[in-house]
């Protein structure tokens, strides 16, 4: 049986959607945050440190990065920002 998470965004995240839009991503990070749901760590997201230890982050492009925190033990996803690097 496999595990789903849930997802839960930030104030920022959700603020960082308007710009997503115009930017034309928001329907490639619709997908990646569907997939985070079934496989939290893919192999294309990086562990992060420093301010951010214990965070992952997917690159989105060149540019921006959709940074999230699994809080495994209640199976939530949360997004913490998804625009520009790290801010």
Not at 51 to 68: A, E, F, T
């Amino acid at each position: 049986m496999e595990i789903i998470y849930t997802l839960s965004y930030t104030k920022k995240a959700i603020k960082d959607i308007q710009s997503l839009k115009a930017a034309k991503l928001a329907d490639k990070v619709e997908d990646l945050c569907r997939s985070l749901v079934v496989n939290p760590m893919p192999l294309y997201s990086k562990q992060l440190s420093g301010d951010l230890k214990g965070k992952r982050s997917i690159r989105i492009n060149l540019q921006h990065r959709l940074v999230y925190e699994i809080l495994e033990s209640e199976k939530i996803i949360k997004i913490l920002s998804m625009w520009s690097h790290y801010e």
